[in-house]
């Protein structure tokens, strides 16, 4: 007797993808380039990331672009970045809107200079009511700082006797997260051949997926998201319970 042909059953595609975006500077190094010109090409895999995420299914997209501990880089090369950061929160408004696209920022602005804070929350205005994807882009971003902002919006509304200590929960802690209106993590993507968190989405990153890439950031393509896609619907969450 023939076997009926095997139905493959797909899980949902992800909604949030997080993405560590790296090896940047390897690119460069690899080919005997300055590592700012692996971050200028950096920018052209985001662009080609943000095109080609909605058509897979993806609603938001979270992009690791600077992390709290960045800073102890080089002076040269931290100006470089924020160079970077100027230049494109200008010219790539546009592009957002034309794209539907709405921007948000987490992380410390504290930490940022003022011109770039006032494009930032320019740029954050300019897209608020667009309805496609929702990129999220963390900026002098630290997980454990996050967490402890967190942790201090909370100590202060019981300070201020708003709020019982018993009653925080991970639920009511975790809507103090700036996070708080986003949904988790579905998927991480790491570039670069490191298998680690650096410090992103600590507490957000509880239940994602991981698929890590021995690609560098600047060489990703859209068919490689594609394959992460796949490969997040292929697998079976179970979020502590029992399979099926
Ligand atoms: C990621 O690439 C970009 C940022 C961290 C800003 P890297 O600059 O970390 O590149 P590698 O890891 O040194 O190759
Ligand atoms: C993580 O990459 C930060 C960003 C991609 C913005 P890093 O290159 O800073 O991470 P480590 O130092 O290898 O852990
Ligand atoms: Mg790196």
Do not use: C
Not at 152 to 162: H, N, Q, S, T
């Amino acid at each position: 007797m023939e076997t009926a042909p095997k139905i493959s059953i797909e899980g949902q595609p992800p909604l949030h993808v997080a993405i560590i975006m790296d090896g940047n500077g390897r690119w460069a190094r690899a080919r005997g380039l300055p590592r700012s010109a692996g971050h200028r090409k950096g920018v052209e895999a985001l662009r080609r990331v943000v095109e080609a995420a909605p058509g897979l299914g993806i609603t938001h997209l979270t992009l690791y672009s600077f992390s709290s501990e960045n800073w102890r880089r080089p002076a040269a090369e931290v100006r470089d970045l924020m160079g970077l950061l100027r230049f494109h929160l200008r010219s790539e408004t546009e592009e957002l809107e034309r794209n539907n696209v709405r921007l948000q920022v987490i992380g410390d602005r504290a930490g940022l200079s003022d011109d770039i804070v006032r494009l930032i929350e320019g740029v954050e205005e300019q897209t608020r009511r667009n309805t496609g994807l929702t990129m999220v882009m963390a900026l002098n971003y630290g997980g454990r700082a996050s967490i402890a902002a967190a942790a201090r919006r909370v100590a202060e509304r019981v300070a201020a006797g708003d709020l019982d200590p018993a009653a925080i929960d991970a639920d009511s802690f975790g809507a103090a997260l700036e996070t708080a209106a986003l949904p988790p993590p579905d998927l991480l993507i790491r570039t670069g051949g490191e298998k680690r968190i650096s410090n992103f989405l600590l507490w957000e990153l509880a239940y994602t997926e991981f698929v890590f890439f021995d690609t560098y950031w600047p060489d990703f393509s859209s068919q490689e998201l594609e394959h992460a896609v796949f490969e997040f619907r292929g697998r079976e969450r179970r979020f502590g319970a029992v399979g099926v």
